[in-house]
C-alpha cells in the first residue's frame, strides 16, 4: 500500500517516452475539488488539469451524459452528421453570437484550425502575398508545428525546424508595437485575451480593442485563442465579451468537455465558407462521445449561477492570496480574470514557484504554476466558498514549510 505512488513512477520511468516529468503523486480517482491518490491520499485541486475540469471531478450531469452515449454510438466518422454535434454547434454558436463551428480533439488542433482557415481565407480574398501572422512574446498556442511557430515561446521551437513562415511576435498589451507590425501583408493576428501558461497576464480592454481596430484598418483578421480563457474559466462563456469587441475567430478546447478531449473553432458565416469539402478535416473531430459530454458541460458551465460563481469564487480566492502574501512577504502580485488567477512571486523567492507546488502535494492541495515565478491557480468553476478556504489554508501550510526549510 505505502509505495503505490512511488512504484507506478518507476514504472512510468521506465515505458513512457520521458517528455514530462510528473510530480510524485499518482492521482487514481476524483469527487468534486478532491482527488485521491493509489494510496488513498486526498489533495484538494486547484489546479483543475490545468483549467479543464471546469465542473470538477466526476460531475453526475457530465458522467450521465457520457454513459448514455456510450451505450448508444461513439463514432461514425464525417461522413455522416450526427445529432450530438449539431446540438453542440447550437449551443456555443447560440451562445456566442458565432455563426459556426468545427469540431477537434485538442487546443492545439482549434488553434491549427484558426491558423489555417485565416490562412486560407486571406489568400482565396487577397492572394497569397497577404500571409503574415501576428501573435505575442511569452504566448502559448499549443504543440503541432503550426501552434509552436505561432507561440511567442522560442524555446519551445528549438530544433523543430524548418518552421512555418511569416510569423511575427508583438510585445502583448502594447498598443504601439502593435500599430508597427501590423501592415497589408498582415494575414492575422493571434491573441490569448489571458495570457496564460506565460504568466496570467489579462489583455487591457483597450489592447483587445485596438487589435481588432488595427486588424480591421489592414483586412486582417482577429484570432482569440480562448482555450484556457473560455468556458466559463473568466466568468463569462468566452473571455472577449469583457473586452468590449469581437474577435473573427475564437479557438476553443480544456473545460469543453470536462476532460474528454475535444476542441472548437468558432467564426462568423462569411469566413467559414473557407473551409470547403476537403479543405481541412480530422477523423475523431465532431464524434459524438465528446459533443455529448461537451454538450452537458457547457449547458452547466453557462448557467448564470455558475458564472457568478466564478467572478466571487475569483475575488475571494484573491483576497485570500493578497493577505497571505502580506503576511508572509510572498507576492509581488496578485493577477485574475475570474477563476483563472496567477500570484507573482516577490523578488526574495524568485524561481520557486514549482517549489510551492511540489510541497503542496505534501500538504494536500494540487497548484500549477505558469513560469518559475507564478503560482497559478484554475478549479472548478463551482468550487464552493468553504472549499476556497480549506485552499487557502493549505497554501498557508504549505508557505510555512517551503520557508523554514529554504
Ligand atoms: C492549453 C493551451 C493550448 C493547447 O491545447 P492542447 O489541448 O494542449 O493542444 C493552446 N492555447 C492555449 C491558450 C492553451 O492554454
Redesign the pocket.
Known amino acids: 500500500m505505502a509505495k503505490k505512488n512511488q512504484t507506478a513512477l518507476e514504472h512510468y520511468q521506465q515505458v513512457m517516452v520521458p517528455n514530462y516529468a510528473p510530480m510524485h503523486i499518482v492521482p487514481e480517482s476524483g469527487e468534486g475539488i478532491w482527488l485521491s491518490d493509489l494510496e488513498g491520499k486526498k489533495y484538494l485541486d486547484m489546479g483543475g488539469g ?1 483549467a479543464v475540469t471546469g465542473l470538477g471531478h466526476s460531475h453526475p450531469k457530465v458522467v450521465a451524459a457520457l454513459k448514455a452515449q456510450a451505450e448508444k454510438l461513439w463514432h461514425v466518422s464525417n461522413y455522416y452528421a450526427s445529432v450530438p454535434a449539431i446540438e453542440l454547434a447550437e449551443l456555443l454558436t447560440g451562445l456566442s453570437g458565432f455563426d459556426r463551428a468545427f469540431f477537434c480533439n ?4 482549434a ?1 491549427e484550425a484558426s491558423l489555417k482557415i485565416a490562412r486560407r481565407y486571406c489568400f482565396d480574398q487577397y492572394g497569397p502575398e497577404k500571409n503574415e501572422i501576428i501573435s505575442f512574446h511569452k504566448s ?4 503541432s508545428l503550426f ?1 509552436v511557430t505561432a507561440g511567442g515561446q522560442s524555446a519551445y521551437r528549438k530544433g523543430f525546424g524548418p518552421l512555418p513562415a511569416q510569423m511575427t511576435y508583438g510585445h502583448y498589451n502594447d498598443i504601439e508595437d502593435l500599430t508597427k507590425l501590423v501592415n497589408q501583408h498582415t494575414c492575422a493576428i493571434i491573441m ?1 485575451p489571458v495570457m ?2 506565460g504568466g496570467v497576464y489579462p489583455a487591457s480592454p483597450e489592447f483587445a480593442q485596438a487589435a481588432r481596430a488595427l486588424a480591421d484598418e489592414h483586412k486582417a483578421l482577429l484570432v482569440f ?1 480562448e ?2 480563457s473560455g468556458i466559463g474559466r473568466t466568468g463569462s462563456l468566452f473571455c472577449y465579451e469583457q473586452l468590449g469587441m469581437v474577435p473573427d475567430i475564437v479557438a476553443s ?2 473545460a469543453l468537455g470536462s476532460g474528454f478531449p475535444i ?1 472548437a473553432m468558432l467564426t462568423t458565416g462569411k469566413i467559414a465558407q473557407t473551409f470547403q469539402p476537403g479543405t481541412h478535416g480530422s477523423t475523431f473531430g465532431g464524434n459524438l462521445l465528446g459533443c455529448a459530454v461537451a454538450k452537458a458541460s457547457v449547458e452547466e458551465i453557462a448557467k448564470p449561477e455558475t458564472l457568478a460563481n466564478v467572478n466571487s469564487r475569483g475575488a475571494q480566492l484573491c483576497e485570500g492570496l493578497r493577505k497571505l502574501g502580506k503576511t508572509y512577504d510572498l507576492f509581488a502580485e496578485i493577477r485574475s480574470t475570474g477563476l483563472l488567477v496567477g500570484a507573482e512571486l516577490s523578488e526574495a523567492h524568485q524561481g520557486k514557484a514549482k517549489d510551492f507546488v511540489t510541497e503542496g502535494l505534501n500538504q494536500g492541495l494540487m497548484m500549477l504554476v505558469a513560469g518559475p515565478n507564478v503560482l497559478r491557480f484554475a478549479p472548478s468553476l463551482i468550487i464552493t466558498e468553504s472549499e476556497v478556504n480549506q485552499a487557502l489554508d493549505l497554501l498557508e501550510l504549505t508557505i510555512k514549510s517551503v520557508l523554514s526549510n529554504p
Open positions: 490545468i485538442s487546443g492545439s488542433e488553434v502559448f498556442h499549443g504543440r501552434t490569448e496564460a501558461e485563442d482555450v484556457q478546447a480544456k476542441g
